[in-house]
C-alpha cells in the first residue's frame, strides 16, 4: 500500500510535522529522505530494506557511492543527496563548537568526531585549533596512516597550532578496528605532545578516541591527560 493511502496520522511527514521528527523511527525518517518507493515496495518498506541490507544507520551513511548505487531504486542522485545531508550536520555541529565553549556543549564535539571519523577504513589523526574562549576556530588533518598505525610528529603539531595562533588544542584520533581504548602507544603519544605544547604555554584540553558509533573516548575523563 502506498504511503498516500495510510490514514493521515500515520503518514511519517504528518507525524512529523504534529509531534517533531524525533516521534518517527529510524525507517520513517529515511522514508522522507527517500521520498517515493519502488513498484511494491513503499517508501517505508524501502528504507527498512536499506537498513537491513547495511546492517543499521551509521553503516548505511558511510556506505560507498558503489554499494549505495547498486540496491535498486538507489542511484549517484540519491547518494549525493545523503552526502549533502551529512555534510550539512557535520557544519552546524561545527558552527556550534565555533560560537559556544566546547566546555557548554562537549555533546557537539563528540557528534562531530563520530560524524567525521567514525567509520573511516583508515586510522586518521586529527586536532581541533582553540582561542583563549575555547571555541574552535579551525580543524585540521595532519595524518592519515593504515589500519595498524599513524605518525604522529610533535614538530607539525606545534607548527600548526603557531600558524593558528591557537590557545588550546583538543587531540583526535580514530581506530578503525572498532576497540574505542586507549593503548600505551595512544597514551605516550599524548603525553608526548602535551609536554611539547606546554613549552609554547597551549594546553591540551583532551583527546579523543573514535571507533564506529560508539561514543567517543575521552582521555581527560578517563584521568589520561
Not at 567514525?118 to 576556530?137: C, K, S, T
Not at 603539531?157 to 588544542?169: D, E, I, Q, R
Not at 602535551?194 to 573516548?217: E, K, W
Request: overall charge negative.
Amino acid at each position: 500500500m502506498a504511503i498516500t493511502d495510510w490514514p493521515a496520522d500515520e503518514r511519517p511527514r504528518e507525524r512529523l510535522l504534529a509531534r517533531g521528527a524525533a516521534a518517527l523511527s529510524d525507517a520513517e525518517l529515511l522514508a522522507l529522505f527517500l521520498r517515493v518507493g519502488i513498484r511494491g515496495r513503499s517508501a517505508v518498506d524501502l528504507a527498512r530494506d536499506l537498513i537491513s541490507h547495511f546492517g543499521g544507520l551509521t553503516a548505511l551513511c558511510n556506505a560507498s557511492a558503489d554499494a549505495f548505487s547498486a540496491v535498486p531504486g538507489m542511484g549517484p542522485a540519491k547518494y549525493a543527496q545523503l552526502q549533502a545531508v551529512l555534510e550539512l550536520a557535520r557544519r552546524a555541529l561545527g558552527e556550534e563548537m565555533a560560537q559556544r565553549d566546547v566546555f557548554d556543549s562537549p555533546g557537539a564535539v563528540r557528534d562531530w568526531l563520530r560524524l567525521r571519523l567514525g567509520q573511516l577504513p583508515h586510522e586518521v589523526f586529527m586536532i581541533l585549533l582553540l582561542d583563549a574562549q575555547n571555541r574552535v576556530m579551525a580543524s585540521e588533518e595532519l595524518f592519515r596512516g593504515t589500519l595498524s598505525q599513524t605518525s604522529v610528529y610533535p614538530r607539525e603539531v606545534v607548527k600548526l597550532v603557531l600558524h593558528h595562533n591557537a590557545a588550546a588544542v583538543i587531540l583526535a584520533h580514530n581506530h578503525p578496528s572498532g576497540v574505542n581504548e586507549p593503548s600505551h602507544a595512544d597514551q605516550a603519544l599524548t603525553r608526548s605532545l602535551s609536554q611539547a605544547l606546554s613549552l609554547i604555554d597551549v594546553r591540551v584540553l583532551d583527546h579523543f578516541i573514535v571507533a564506529g558509533n560508539s561514543p567517543p573516548v575521552s582521555f581527560a575523563e578517563r584521568g589520561l591527560l
